[in-house]
């Protein structure tokens, strides 16, 4: 079990994640979900160790992790997806994924084996030798979760990674999100489309001004008055 305990997270004066706290479960797909500015990326980057919080720890069971490093976080288990795909971009695709397989692999020779099995699931094979900058967006956002996986996250932090997919491409990246899921991960995810986090999430946490208004079942959320005013709308 994930938890985020009473996170704070400044930016000068501005409070980007106010004493937020939330809970990921292994076989859970825990969505995030809130206006543009609410904080659901700095709370993302506070958990994957790219922001140090200012309040509040992160923890997994007993153990703290807040304070280490992204890639110690990633030998951890925690890895996260950025919201703007970051792929090295004059490397290539297997070559992108090789650099994340050895977060967890030693020896060139396991990581290329684990990179091409990644490279398998994530369906990105055929394109492999190809400079990652060329990939068009879909692609590039499917080597995002690719080098995530590399990792062997036991905590996957899923930033906007269907944003700007077409019909198919939404498919089959929900399509890996379940499967991930029934292997046991521990998912969270942000997403603006209502319809498919709804379906998709087994919690769901509501996100205003950095602050958590709202937590339970997507039902439970989307019948919340509070969340309908500040988020839902009409
Ligand atoms: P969301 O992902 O929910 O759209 P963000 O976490 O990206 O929101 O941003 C939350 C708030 O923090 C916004 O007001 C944003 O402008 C601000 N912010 C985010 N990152 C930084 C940063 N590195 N420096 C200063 N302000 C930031
Ligand atoms: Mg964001």
Known sequence: ???????????????AVSDASLMVDSGEIVGVIGPNGAGKSTLFSVIAGVLRPDEGVVLDGEKVLTGLRPYRMAR???ARTFQTPRPFGALTVRENMVAAAHTVHRSTADAHAWAAECLERIGLTELAEVAASTLPLGMRKRL???????TKPRLLLLDEVLGGLNPNEIDTMVAL??????SGMAICMVEHAMAIIMSLCDRIYVIDHGVVISTGT???????QQVIDAYLGG
């Open 144 to 150: 995002e979760v690719g080098r995530a996986l590399a």
């Open 218 to 224: 997507p039902q439970e959320v989307s019948s919340d």
């Open 1 to 15: 079990m994930f938890e985020v305990r009473d996170v704070t997270k400044r930016f000068g004066g501005l409070t």
């Open 76 to 78: 951890a288990g925690v």
């Open 177 to 182: 999100i379940r499967e991930l899921r029934q």
